[in-house]
């Protein structure tokens, strides 16, 4: 008999021996609905709070209106119903050492993309720039390569006119992962220019980076 | 197998809020579970990626193109989160390696056709392996795996084919004295 008839045959009976856990059913269908609630009151909470910023630019709210400060919430701890997955930024090193940062929020259904390169681990040359791409499945196959970067580096700091918005780090096998960015598209509503702040683990400042942004066309 | 009328009728019923989330849950969890068990073979593992999965996909059920296909999303998210797990738990074994006194796995070696089989499946890169159990479990057509895959249906049959060449020779070779 074939292989493919064997493999065929082996995988409906591995499959088939599975006992389906039937007390999970109730508390999954809980958290799916109150995930669903969670997503539209992010998006309704969302579009409060562009169009409370936008007014403030144009002029119609006094200048000191606070902007929300950032969460600062621990990975590890992490409420599985509150995901931050389209706020991810990553960190990618090449073989010749330079690196770019990039990462993205979904807007009107497409990614707003940041995208900062720079050589070493962190160098005041370094420039950002917001691109608009169509998803980060088009970053994947753009054939970026995934790298650590220097490993004394815990966090990242944006800086925005003395408001400091932390990016955070989590740490995979090929890649570091900076979530956050949720706290950074708020932030830079209007603005033009920070600087991102690299600490190691006491807290010591490693370096210090101009970053300026500005919206391009695709 | 995919069937386009009855995603279709899913996706009316979805639309019609909690009382399709339970009817939803019932028609895709257990081939869910079943799909993430033969791709992880750990039962408990497969339990919980096939509902974060479901959870996960139903927060973004509003963001979907299609969304009368919500199997094949759902099998898409399920092999995220397998990729995910397996990330993790590749540098979990680096460290646990590295450390003195670490234990080292045994793996039982079956001289059964069947368990060879099934031990050299576990061994195929990720995507080989999501494919062969998407084409000879589900029985997909190769362009339906590769919606699920998102890749071509020529890449479907490459992935196929070089999986079914690794495990002919591995389990010729399990099989040697």
Not at chain 1, 178 to 200: N, P, Q
Request: glycine share 8%; with cysteine; proline share 3%.
């Amino acid at each position: 008999m074939s292989i493919e008839h064997d493999l065929s045959a082996l995988l409906s009976d591995r499959a088939e021996r599975i006992r389906i856990d039937g007390t999970r059913r109730e508390e999954v269908l809980k958290r799916a609905r109150r995930g669903r609630s969670l997503v539209m009151a992010t998006v309704v909470l969302g579009a409060a709070s562009v169009l409370v910023v936008g007014l403030s630019v144009a002029g119609s709210l006094p200048d000191e209106t606070p902007y929300p400060a950032p969460v600062d919430r621990p990975t590890e701890h992490q409420d599985s119903d509150v995901e931050e997955v389209p706020t991810d930024v990553f960190i990618t090193e090449a073989s010749d050492g330079s690196w770019t940062l990039f990462g993205g929020i979904s807007h009107d259904g497409k990614v707003l993309c940041l995208s900062l390169e720079g050589t070493g681990c962190v160098s005041a040359t370094s420039r950002a720039s917001f691109i608009l791409l169509g998803s980060f499945d088009d970053l994947e196959k753009r054939g970026f390569i995934y790298g650590p970067v220097d490993a004394d580096v815990a966090a990242l700091e944006l800086v925005i006119d003395e408001r400091v918005i932390p990016l955070r780090l989590r740490e995979f096998p090929d890649r570091l992962r900076v979530t956050g960015l949720r706290f950074f598209v708020r932030a830079v509503k209007g603005e033009r220019s920070g600087v991102i702040v690299a600490r190691d683990r006491t807290g010591r400042v490693l370096q210090e980076m101009d970053v300026s942004w500005g919206m391009l066309d695709p | 197998m995919l069937d386009r009328g009855a995603l279709a009728a899913e996706g009316r019923d979805v639309g019609s809020q909690d009382r399709s989330l339970g009817d939803l849950y019932d028609r895709h969890i257990d081939g869910a579970v079943r799909f993430a068990y033969l791709l992880t073979a750990d039962e408990q593992l497969a339990q919980d990626l096939a509902h974060d999965a479901f959870v996960r996909l139903l927060r973004r059920f509003h963001d979907l193109r299609s969304k009368e296909a919500f199997g094949a999303y759902l099998k898409r998210t399920i092999l995220n989160l397998v990729g995910d797990h397996q990330r993790g738990k590749q540098r979990s074994d680096r460290y646990q390696r590295m450390s003195p006194g670490a234990e080292v796995a045994v793996v039982q070696r079956d001289v059964d056709l069947e368990q060879d089989l099934w031990l050299a499946l576990q061994e195929l890169p990720g995507r080989q392996r999501a494919a062969v159990i998407l084409r000879y479990y589900e029985d997909l057509s190769e362009a339906q795996v590769g919606q699920v895959l998102d890749c071509s249906a020529t890449a479907v049959k490459s992935l196929v084919a070089r999986a079914m060449e690794k495990l002919r020779a591995k389990v010729t070779e399990m099989e040697l004295p």
